[in-house]
């Protein structure tokens, strides 16, 4: 037979050196190749220059994969000549041969992106096993029994990864795992290691005829054979739908490709001298110093991940609950060495490291180094302890920090080592973790609250009526809707779980229940089921999963002072409530950004006074319910204006559209009638008449007032009272009036003096001293274009990037979420732009207005509210553009400090 080849080669030609060669002392590669080599090459070509000892290797590059990809699935050419010359390289270092039935080499064959991605993509071990060269491995390994129990989890691993023969649903058992136990059965045995080498034998052969009967081919004995379809199979696995999905809930692009690593094989199953494990060079929990880990003695790696025996734990300090020994008892001198190797590596990478290792026959092989996973509060906590070791600076420190993970510190999350069974991924809309039992309305989920159930609500999408229900819930779920929907601004704003614009629910109100495809299972979540969401990636999770409260490290205020030392943006918050502001205070707000008096509207004691100026027939009805609302938004002022002392705060008018405070189901519209003593059908005419066809492009913002002047009189009234009223106090206040939806100069002329003239009669009133400024907000197109204009009457420009966006791309926020996933995974954007501010055409139109704005008032002062104001990326981009401040949900204020620190330290 000839000799089976890699596959035909295609003349796409990414570089001439497709592999790189590491083991012995030294390597072709290094760390910084990453991205060629993959995390796992570039570590273990490190580690090899290092003098770790490495099992040597080739790593074959990412380059090859978008090359294989590209040709149709097709190797570039001369690829396998190279890893000819490259396994050639390994059996010079090992001292034995691929396929030599005498002592034969066997290699493992591995993925590796550039990140890691745990679990997503296949390996194969053992390979270069048949017939022949096990008996070989029995001989030179002088243990048949282990020779055969390699060869059964080759075939099996072989079988499923390469050849694909899987259970065939999720109830029926893997068929090699089938036969397995059904072997165990019939000899009576509970474990695999009784098995003798002879039913091991037995098991091979079934499980070849189990291939042959269901796939029609003969497992592959050319040990060449066998490494074409294991590398194929490997970069086809970049493109399984488990990785598919990793990716898009990571934000990896998939032209990233994976590398594939062919490396010799060592065994820590080959009696009680042997070990696997994993050992951490510091706790990645809570990021204490000191070697964490575990290993299991005679086992394969395979065997820690599986769960199937009890790990035991490497320093003697943790001993195992069941008494069996640490590896530092058991194998002192490995232990020593290993030790030995995980401050080499750490110092080296100066960073905490995750090693995976082999002992064989009293031999250690490092056989991974990686950065480790951690938490956010260990993340912290290392950096910190990094910095006062000297391994790194502050400005590393800073660098190091992934912002987002600093969320984590502040909400509860899943418990890493929780199993999940993930069915479906939304837009990662406000970070947390909940757990609860799915209701499909606000009315039940604040019911069964009350009652004292935890609850996640269901919707396919939000509304302001559905607060209530919203607080009542550990978390909210949406079908429909962006990063800027209703459910995801208010959660954010709460630091609330949710998961929002989740397309691939089909929600049923009618019969309580949705339906979910999760990659071919057709799954119906009933009302009362649990489910588990994850509000940092986006996962919706059968069941319950695991919860953990991070504690707040230490180590948090000195890091946090690091950043503050080193930003040069302000970080103020988008704050409605005295609640919000004193917490968004704790986390370092300097001030409020943006506050949202509509939010103020929908209190049970409040939205009665509202609709009943809203179904006012004339201005002097208007003005006697605006008259019962003053007194309260005064109060609210007061509190936002106290908790915020001697700092500015932002206070927007009234922008949403009349209509949104109106009932719009029969009961409310009944209630609300009786209420205001009118007829059901006057109210639903009322609510016909402001019906809009496109709300946010409607009567809305400052639109509102030009109509309507009294509605900002009051309001401008209530702010400056309750200002007036702290000062007098001697409490510091910097009140700032902001009019939204400004796209014409004159409309904020307009405002302004209506402001002003309102704002200092009060003053003259109250005779107190009180300094406070107008501006707007810029979130049109137009308003950009004529911001030279606009600012001769503001002091001050927000970017309502929320707005600016929606209107610069003329996409609707909030019916984004039917179509904006296509564009994403169709790569026509490569961020939702409602996250991530979007330099060229939003982030354009920015240039222009501060451009404009500053040529008028070269103080303006300017700032971000909207949700990109908490959005690393655009938090730079703010830095860049020279905003003075940018403003976003409490929850998000570490997150924003961090980040400004880094754009800040970026520029340096
Ligand atoms: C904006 O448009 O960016 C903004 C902050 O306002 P809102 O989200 O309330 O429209
Ligand atoms: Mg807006």
């Known amino acids: 037979m000839a000799t089976p080849t890699a596959s035909p080669e295609s003349d796409v030609e990414p570089s001439s050196k497709l592999i790189y060669l590491f083991g012995d002392g030294r390597a072709e590669g290094g760390a910084?190749?990453?991205?060629?080599?993959?995390?796992?090459?570039?570590?273990?070509?490190?580690?090899?220059?290092?003098?770790?000892?490495?099992?040597?290797?080739?790593?074959?590059?990412?380059?090859?994969?978008?090359?294989?990809?590209?040709?149709?699935?097709?190797?570039?050419?001369?690829?396998?000549?190279?890893?000819?010359?490259?396994?050639?390289?390994?059996e010079g270092i090992v001292g034995a041969r691929f396929g030599d039935a005498e002592n034969p080499l066997l290699v493992s064959v591995r993925s590796g992106a550039r990140v890691s991605m745990p679990g997503m993509m296949d390996t194969v071990l053992n390979l270069g096993l048949n017939d022949e060269t096990v008996a070989g491995l029995a001989r030179s390994s002088g243990d048949e029994r282990f020779a055969y129990d390699s060869y059964r989890r080759f075939v099996a691993m072989y079988g499923d990864v390469v050849l694909g023969l899987k259970r065939e649903s999720d109830l029926d058992e893997d068929p090699f795992e089938a036969i397995?136990?059904?072997?165990?059965?019939?000899?009576?045995?509970?474990?695999?290691?009784?098995?003798?080498?002879?039913?091991?034998?037995?098991?091979?052969?079934?499980?070849?005829?189990?291939?042959?009967?269901?796939?029609?081919?003969?497992?592959?004995?050319?040990?060449?054979?066998?490494?074409?379809?294991?590398?194929?199979a490997v970069f086809e696995s970049w493109e399984s739908p488990r990785a598919i999905i990793y990716r898009d809930l990571n934000g990896?692009?998939?032209?990233?490709?994976?590398?594939?690593?062919?490396?010799?094989?060592?065994?820590?199953?080959?009696?009680?001298?042997?070990?696997?494990?994993?050992?951490?060079?510091?706790n990645p929990k809570s990021g204490a110093p000191?070697?964490?880990?575990?290993y299991l003695v005679n086992a394969q790696g395979e065997d820690v991940v599986a769960g199937v025996r009890t790990p035991q734990p490497l320093r003697a300090a943790e001993q195992a609950s069941d008494g069996l020994?640490?590896?530092?008892?058991?194998?002192?001198?490995?232990?020593?060495?290993?030790?030995?190797?995980?401050?080499?590596?750490?110092?080296?990478?100066?960073?905490?490291?995750?090693?995976?290792?082999?002992?064989?026959?009293?031999?250690?092989?490092?056989?991974?180094?990686?950065?480790?996973?951690?938490?956010g509060p260990a993340m912290v906590k290392v950096a910190v302890d990094l910095v006062d070791q000297g391994l790194i600076d502050r400005d590393e420190a800073l660098r190091r920090q992934d912002p987002e993970q600093i969320s984590e510190l502040l909400h509860s999350v899943f418990d890493e080592d929780a199993p999940t069974d993930v069915i479906a991924a939304g837009l990662a809309a406000s970070p947390g973790a909940a757990v609860g039992r799915v209701v499909f309305s606000a009315q039940e989920a604040a019911e069964w609250a009350e009652r004292g159930e935890d609850v996640i609500l269901v919707r396919l999408e939000t509304s302001p009526e559905d607060i209530q229900g919203m607080l009542a819930a550990q978390g909210i779920l949406t079908a429909r809707g962006g990063m800027t929907s209703h459910a995801a601004v208010v959660a954010r704003g709460w630091g609330k779980c949710c998961v929002a614009g989740c397309g691939a629910l089909e929600i049923d109100y009618a019969a309580g229940s949705f339906r979910v495809d999760a990659g071919g299972r057709e799954i119906t979540v009933s009302r009362g089921d649990v489910i588990s969401l994850n509000g940092t990636t986006g996962a919706v999770m059968l069941g319950a999963v695991s919860l953990t409260d991070p504690e707040l490290p230490e180590e948090l205020d000195r890091l946090m002072g690091w950043a503050d030392d080193a930003r040069r943006l302000g970080v103020r918050a988008n704050a409605d409530t005295p609640e919000d502001?004193?917490?968004?205070?704790?986390?370092?707000?300097?001030?409020?950004?943006?506050?949202?008096?509509?939010?103020?509207?929908?209190?049970?004691?409040?939205?009665?006074?509202?609709?009943?100026?809203?179904?006012?027939?004339?201005?002097?009805?208007?003005?006697?319910?605006?008259?019962?609302?003053?007194?309260?938004?005064?109060?609210?002022?007061?509190?936002?204006?106290?908790?915020?002392?001697?700092?500015?705060?932002?206070?927007?008018?009234?922008?949403?559209p009349l209509h949104e405070f109106l009932p719009h189901a029969q009961e409310e519209i009944e209630r609300v009638a009786e209420a205001l003593d009118l007829s059901p059908q006057r109210i639903l005419q009322r609510v016909q008449a402001l019906q809009e066809f496109n709300p946010m492009l409607g009567h809305r913002g400052v639109r509102l007032a030009i109509t309507y002047p009294e509605i900002y009189e009051v309001q401008v009234q209530a702010i400056v009272e309750a200002a007036c009223t702290l000062r007098a106090e001697g409490v510091e206040v910097q009140p700032e009036i902001m009019i939204p939806l400004v796209g014409a100069p004159e409309e904020l002329a307009k405002l302004r003096t209506r402001v002003t003239a309102v704002a200092d009669r009060v003053i003259a009133d109250r005779g107190v001293a009180l300094d406070y400024?107008?501006?707007?907000?810029?979130?049109?197109?137009?308003?950009?274009?004529?911001?030279?204009?606009?600012?001769?009457?503001?002091?001050?420009?927000?970017?309502?990037?929320n707005d600016l966006t929606q209107t610069a791309f003329g996409i609707s926020r909030d019916d984004a979420g039917h179509f904006l996933p296509d564009y994403l995974r169709e790569n026509v954007l490569a961020k939702d732009p409602f996250v991530e501010l979007d330099r060229e055409g939003v982030g354009g139109l920015m240039r222009i207005g501060i451009e404009k704005g500053r040529a008028t008032k070269p103080d303006l002062k300017l700032g971000i509210c909207g949700e990109h104001g908490g959005d690393p990326a655009s938090i730079t981009f703010g830095h860049e553009i020279g905003l003075d401040y940018v403003s976003c949900s409490p929850y998000r204020i570490l997150i924003a400090r961090l980040a400004a620190a880094q754009a800040a330290i970026s520029e340096d």
């Open 325 to 375: 020994p640490s590896l530092e008892e058991s194998q002192p001198a490995v232990y020593g060495e290993l030790a030995g190797a995980c401050e080499t590596l750490e110092n080296h990478f100066g960073d905490m490291q995750d090693i995976e290792f082999t002992v064989q026959r009293n031999k250690l092989w490092v056989l991974q180094t990686r950065n480790g996973k951690r938490t």
């Open 252 to 282: 990896y692009p998939s032209d990233w490709g994976t590398a594939v690593t062919v490396q010799a094989m060592v065994f820590g199953n080959l009696g009680d001298d042997c070990a696997t494990g994993v050992a951490f060079t510091r």
């Open 581 to 656: 502001a004193t917490k968004a205070r704790e986390f370092g707000a300097e001030g409020i950004g943006l506050c949202r008096t509509e939010h103020m509207f929908f209190g049970e004691d409040r939205i009665l006074a509202v609709r009943q100026m809203i179904l006012a027939e004339d201005e002097a009805g208007r003005r006697a319910a605006l008259a019962k609302i003053l007194p309260i938004q005064r109060d609210d002022f007061e509190g936002i204006l106290r908790a915020m002392a001697g700092l500015p705060v932002t206070i927007r008018l009234l922008d949403p």
């Open 290 to 294: 000191g070697l964490f880990g575990e």
């Open 773 to 801: 400024t107008i501006g707007t907000m810029i979130e049109l197109p137009r308003a950009c274009i004529t911001a030279d204009a606009i600012a001769e009457h503001a002091d001050f420009f927000s970017f309502g990037t």
């Open 32 to 90: 910084e190749m990453r991205n060629l080599l993959g995390g796992k090459g570039a570590g273990l070509s490190e580690m090899s220059s290092l003098g770790i000892p490495v099992p040597p290797g080739l790593t074959i590059t990412t380059e090859v994969c978008s090359a294989f990809y590209e040709a149709g699935r097709q190797y570039p050419a001369g690829f396998e000549q190279q890893v000819r010359d490259g396994v050639a390289h390994i």
């Open 180 to 232: 397995l136990e059904n072997k165990k059965r019939a000899l009576g045995v509970a474990e695999d290691t009784e098995l003798p080498a002879a039913a091991l034998r037995e098991i091979v052969a079934e499980s070849k005829a189990e291939i042959r009967a269901k796939l029609g081919i003969d497992f592959p004995s050319d040990p060449w054979e066998q490494l074409w379809a294991a590398i194929g």
